[in-house]
């Protein structure tokens, strides 16, 4: 089985969630807030994380509210700086259950725009 999903969201309105503690913890976890708190542009790195996470769930086809927090989907990234998902435990029974075993994500921006696509398989 394989499955898309795309998501894209705007750099701009992202901004206004940057410093907003309760928004952040709601949707992220703690390695994600410490990496956009440590990179140049905070509010694009959000955004692209924030969009995968979408991505991810869209590929799922449950979108938000279906079923797994986003702060249970986690973006990492290895030592070359590629991001990869991980997830919690719960959300990793979930999506084996729908049938996939193994996912790719990948995020790009441009300025006012931040961009991702998730492949499940």
């Known amino acids: 089985m394989l499955a898309v999903g795309v998501d894209s969201v705007d750099i701009v309105r992202m901004q ?3 410093d907003n503690q ?3 913890t709601k949707f992220f976890t703690d390695y ?3 990496y956009c708190n440590l990179t140049v542009n905070k509010t694009m790195r959000l955004a692209g ?3 995968a996470k979408e991505a991810f769930l869209k590929a799922l086809g449950i979108g ?3 079923g797994i927090p986003l702060n249970e989907i986690e973006v990492n990234h290895d030592k070359n ?3 990869f998902i991980k997830l919690s435990d719960a959300a ?3 999506v084996n259950i729908m ?3 193994d996912w790719q994500i990948n995020i790009t921006h441009t300025h006012t725009v931040s961009t991702a696509v998730c492949v499940l398989y």
Do not use: H, N, Q, S
């Open 32 to 34: 994600e807030i410490k």
């Open 16 to 18: 206004k969630f940057v």
């Open 81 to 83: 700086g590629k991001p």
């Open 64 to 66: 938000i509210g279906g």
């Open 92 to 94: 990793k029974r979930l």
């Open 22 to 24: 309760r928004f952040l």
């Open 99 to 101: 049938g996939f075993e």
């Open 49 to 51: 994380l924030y969009c």
